[in-house]
């Protein structure tokens, strides 16, 4: 049986607002690696979310891309157009967690800046809080 639109928006919104709760607690515990690709997840799923209550094409689930879903939203809603630079995030999806996706690297040597885990943090952030925004506005 199919969710109604705002019932799965919903459920998707929760877990990518667990998942921003947990990556910050890998932040603050300088598991950056890990950190760093639960915040790119917690983003996806925001946008996914946001996309669940606007769109019916099933297609969006098909990319894991941030660049991707940024630019579907920012054609459904310009507000989303400010927080374009979360396309950065896509750079954590695949190297922080395998050491074939960081040639020479190894992914929880390698990804030991506080500086580049907060960045991350408050972009995933401002997804975050922009798509609850929207969710409260239908």
């Known amino acids: 049986m199919k969710k109604p639109k705002k019932e799965e928006a919903l459920r998707w919104f929760t877990h990518a607002k ?40 099933i297609e969006i689930f098909y990319t894991h891309s941030i660049n991707d879903l940024i630019n579907m939203v920012i054609e459904i809603d310009r507000d989303f157009k400010e927080l374009i630079s979360v396309k950065k995030l896509d750079q954590y999806y695949i190297p922080t967690r395998y050491p074939n996706g960081l040639p020479g690297g190894i992914p929880s040597r390698y990804y030991d800046d506080p500086e580049e885990a907060e960045n991350a943090m408050l972009l995933a952030k401002s997804i975050i809080n922009l798509v609850e925004k929207k969710i409260k506005q239908e």
């Open 18 to 57: 667990d998942e921003f709760i947990d990556a910050d607690e890998l932040r603050k515990r300088k598991r950056f690696y890990l950190a760093l690709f639960h915040f790119q997840q917690s983003t996806e799923k925001a946008l996914k979310a946001y996309l669940y209550l606007k769109v019916k094409s």
